[in-house]
């Protein structure tokens, strides 16, 4: 396993025709100028992951998709396989996002077989975890994402690159967050889960927080122990946001 160095991906969610493009560009031509302390990597919606890979083609931006379908290929209209991403030059994908357990009642395992299906195609799965703010207000939010953390790992993960995400679904997109001390609380959590569940072998494996982070208060989340990186919404739409994040690891 290659990691230990922190991952800072954006998640542009349902966001993004060609013209947006010239985002990557932004970013593209500052790294080049000034490389990057950790690893970057952008998910854009399916439309456009090739169109990006191709932008991104020999700079250090990874392209990513933002869910896949466990099965390899069928009838399952509107679904797109793991092999499909890599195919499209994918070499990661977000997984068990709050946004696809909530709306779309993706349950831990077939979040699992999601990530099992995306190593199989030999993508890099980012799977997250994160409780809800009535979950959080009854003091179960610990005991929630280790459940999570046990259920929607799958053991195959054991020796291999992936990354989890701790993401509060109550921080998502609505520019609260999580105290310092409450974010490396759950990262202990759920770095305590995942060597439970897979060995101590994944002790360098990135925990990557998500949920309101910005260019203003990135620096401080990322310097939080435990903190592996970072996943972005919102401010990884415009370039030049989304390397204040970067800049920041
Ligand atoms: P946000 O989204 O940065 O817009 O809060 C984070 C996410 O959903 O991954």
């Known amino acids: 396993m290659k990691q230990s160095v922190k991952l800072v991906a954006g998640n542009w969610k349902m966001n993004g025709l060609g013209a947006s493009l010239t985002e990557v560009e932004v970013l593209r031509a500052a790294l080049e100028s000034e490389p990057a302390a950790c690893r970057v990597a952008l998910c854009p919606p399916a439309t456009l992951i090739e169109r990006m890979a191709r932008a991104a083609a020999g700079s250090p931006i990874g392209v990513g998709g933002q869910d896949c379908r ?3 290929h069928g009838a399952f209209t509107g679904d797109v396989s793991a092999a499909m991403l890599r195919d ?5 994908v977000i997984l068990g996002h709050s946004e696809r357990r909530q709306g779309h009642g993706e349950t831990d395992l077939l979040v ?3 990530a099992e299906a995306a190593l199989g195609a030999g993508l890099e799965p980012i799977v997250c975890v994160g409780e809800t703010l009535q979950q959080r207000e009854a003091g179960q939010a610990v005991d929630v994402v280790r459940s999570q953390i046990m259920a929607s790992l799958p053991l195959v993960l054991a020796g291999r690159d992936f990354a989890v995400a701790y993401e509060p679904v109550w ?3 609505t520019g609260l967050t999580p105290t310092l001390e409450q974010i490396e609380e759950v990262h202990r959590a759920v770095r305590a889960a995942m060597i439970e569940r897979l060995g101590p072998g994944i002790a360098a494996t990135p925990i990557l927080y998500g949920g309101s982070v910005k ?7 990322l310097a939080v122990p435990e903190v592996g990186g970072a996943l972005v919404g919102g401010a990884s739409l415009r370039g030049a946001d989304f390397l204040g994040i970067i800049r920041g690891a």
Do not use: F, V
């Not at 499209?88 to 990661?92: H, N, S």
């Not at 260019?215 to 989340?221: F, L, Q, S, T």
């Open 112 to 114: 699992s077989a999601k």
């Open 171 to 173: 921080a998502i997109g």
């Open 70 to 72: 466990a099965e390899t």
């Open 215 to 221: 260019p203003d208060n990135a620096a401080e989340i």
């Open 88 to 92: 499209a030059g994918a070499t990661l």
